[in-house]
DNA sequence: TTTATTTTTTAATGATTGTTCAATAATATG
DNA sequence: CATATTATTGAACAATCATTAAAAAATAAA
């Protein structure tokens, strides 16, 4: 009945997602982005509209993507999943360009003063990562992974997300891995 | 010899603070900055230079107002050092506005990636932070009071360090403050 | 008071921002 | 093939961006 689409939507979302994952939604303009993901302007606008439902869907991309829970809930043993998070992290951090960071803590910082929607996003996805943190840690306490001292599986699932947070943070700048290797290490001695 | 300026310069740099804490670098604009610090934007170009030196400035102003790590240096106990520092942290949260979240922090996410100057004086600000944990680990370990299978003291400064970033990152969007006690409670809990 | 120097004021600068207009091109269905 | 519908193209839009030009105002020293 008409012209069909010459681009493909999704492989056009993950190049925008790149570019404001590198670049923050305000220090991204429209016109370099256009040049990045290679369709025109008003392509751009007809399938996502504005800049800013384009960010937001490449925000939803980027969690779609991305491992950490995935890896929690497909690890039996519960101490280990948390282990291989924090390993796959390092194991990232040491590979790519740090200085990227997570694109949901980006976002975090930036918008979530200034958009509340955005804001209830990443607060949804900060509770859906806390909760397969404690799902796992379930699964530690059942298996005997869990140190007596530490009741609270809540408090630790929250405590561990806000490590990984962190880490992201600490990351942009530091450029001596042992540091980051410093922090993993601490804050899973609490399974010691 | 000349017309004296009419302003106070920190208290104009202050203000200054204030907005880009909120807004960031590329969220701000020079003329509802100039609105806001209430001189005229010829003032403001003569005395700080241009928008980048203005929010270096504005970022070493607020470095310079930081508490943590004269709380750090200034309490006898290291343990109790630590732990005031993150009350202190926490008592801010419950107070003030949560979202505004820590200006280096802030500045690190948005800018250090794409300003090497920048990143420099975030990462040294890391590492000041970081030393002023050490030495109150070391007056701690001194008094007793660090578990024995504690050995790597700047490992454990790197990872406060670390939880404290991660805390103000978090705080931006969590609207429940048992989060952030939660995470304070088990990052401290190293000590018990 | 005159002069030299600097600040303040007002208005404007060219560049870049996100977004869209108007025209052309390509497809599916009738 | 003709038509309806949507995609692409290239240029343009008003608004806002950081910054500054030019003139008036205020002070200290001569």
Same mark, same amino acid.
């Given at each position: 009945?008409?012209?069909?689409?010459?681009?493909?939507?999704?492989?056009?979302?993950?190049?925008?997602?790149?570019?404001?994952?590198?670049?923050?939604? @305000?220090? &991204?303009?429209?016109? +370099?982005?256009v040049?990045?993901?290679g369709?025109? *302007?008003?392509? #751009?606008?007809?399938?996502?509209?504005?800049?800013?439902?384009?960010?937001?869907?490449?925000?939803?991309?980027?969690?779609?993507?991305?491992t950490?829970?995935?890896?929690?809930?497909?690890?039996?043993?519960?101490?280990?999943?948390?282990?291989?998070?924090?390993?796959?992290?390092?194991?990232?951090?040491?590979?790519?360009?740090?200085?990227?960071?997570?694109?949901?803590?980006?976002?975090?910082?930036?918008?979530?003063?200034?958009?509340? @929607?955005? &804001?209830?996003?990443? +607060?949804?996805?900060?509770?859906?990562?806390?909760? *397969?943190?404690? #799902?796992?840690?379930?699964r530690?306490?059942?298996?005997?992974?869990?140190?007596?001292?530490?009741?609270?599986?809540?408090?630790?699932?929250?405590?561990?997300?806000?490590?990984?947070?962190?880490?992201?943070?600490?990351?942009?700048?530091?450029?001596?891995?042992?540091?980051?290797?410093?922090?993993?290490?601490?804050?899973?001695?609490?399974?010691?």
């Open positions: 009945m008409a012209r069909p689409r010459e681009f493909d939507t999704t492989e056009v979302l993950s190049k925008a997602m790149d570019y404001f994952w590198k670049y923050g939604y @305000e220090g &991204a303009s429209m016109q +370099e982005l040049k990045h993901v369709i025109k *302007a008003q392509s #751009l606008y007809n399938t996502y509209g504005g800049k800013r439902d384009l960010f937001f869907a490449a925000l939803k991309h980027y969690v779609n993507q991305s950490a829970v995935h890896t929690l809930e497909h690890t039996s043993s519960g101490k280990e999943a948390i282990a291989r998070v924090f390993r796959d992290l390092l194991a990232d951090l040491a590979r790519s360009d740090r200085t990227r960071g997570c694109f949901i803590n980006n976002t975090c910082v930036e918008l979530a003063p200034h958009d509340s @929607e955005i &804001a209830d996003f990443i +607060e949804k996805e900060r509770i859906r990562l806390e909760r *397969a943190y404690y #799902l796992a840690l379930a530690a306490k059942e298996q005997g992974e869990i140190n007596e001292r530490y009741q609270d599986l809540m408090a630790l699932a929250r405590y561990l997300n806000n490590a990984q947070g962190g880490l992201m943070v600490t990351a942009k700048t530091v450029t001596d891995m042992t540091v980051l290797e410093d922090i993993v290490g601490v804050t899973l001695s609490i399974f010691d």
